[in-house]
Antibody, heavy 123, light 108 residues
């Protein structure tokens, strides 16, 4: 059974930093890309970014809203993905979901979602 | 950047058919995926690659995609279908994922 368990959320002041973790199990983590998706309270889903597998050079990509402030990484030996968030803004307040995609040559979709972890940016 | 446009809300009576649209420039050339999200829960995939249905999703859920509009159709709507629905594509030109703004389905 695929499981994705996020941790590390909490309250942080504007301008601060936070690092989220996503512990994965039930599939070959090292062979899978991992994506992060967030959702502000009462708002829609927003794709944050992704990291590909070692076979794809651990390539990362980010939404324009977080590019330059957020960094996605992974530790395949620990089956864990990370989301390092710096220079946080109040508008980054959201539930952050770790997701495992299923991809073909033409598209990708979310196959599995974690339960989400809440990040609150407030003074 | 690529934009997906959904109506904020759709209302339908039980037993009727609900159609939720997702508009985008030449979206028919892309694969569209649909998610259902109920309050307090993570989203659930209901349609992938325009019209494929994951195991466990009722046949009442179907999808289509052509031109500038993709459509999620829910037949014989039930009270339990009340939820937010999101469309999603992979924009190959930017190598980014894009979600629509979401549609709240209300069962009257």
């Amino acid at each position: 059974e695929v499981q994705l368990v996020e941790s590390g959320g909490g309250l942080v002041q504007p301008g601060g930093s936070l690092k989220l973790s996503c512990a994965a199990s039930g599939f070959t983590f090292s062979g899978s890309a991992m994506h992060w998706v967030r959702q502000a309270s009462g708002k829609g889903l927003e794709w944050v970014g992704r990291i590909r597998s070692k076979a794809n050079s651990y390539a990362t990509a980010y939404a324009a809203s977080v590019k330059g402030r957020f960094t996605i990484s992974r530790d395949d030996s620990k089956n864990t993905a990370y989301l390092q968030m710096n220079s946080l803004k109040t508008e980054d307040t959201a539930v952050y979901y770790c997701t495992r995609p299923y991809c073909s040559s033409t598209s990708c979709y979310v196959g599995y979602w974690g339960q989400g972890t809440l990040v609150t940016v407030s003074s | 950047s690529y934009v997906l446009t959904q109506p904020p809300s759709v209302s339908v009576a039980p037993g009727k058919t609900a159609r939720i649209t997702c508009g985008g420039n030449n979206i028919g050339s892309k694969s569209v995926h649909w998610y259902q999200q109920k309050p307090g829960q993570a989203p659930v995939l209901v349609i992938y690659y325009d019209s494929d249905r994951p195991s466990g999703i009722p046949e009442r859920f179907s999808g289509s995609n052509s031109g500038n509009t993709a459509t999620l159709t829910i037949s014989r709507v039930e009270a339990g279908d009340e939820a937010d629905y999101y469309c999603q594509v992979w924009d190959s030109s930017s190598d980014l994922w894009v979600f629509g703004g979401g549609t709240k389905l209300t069962v009257l």
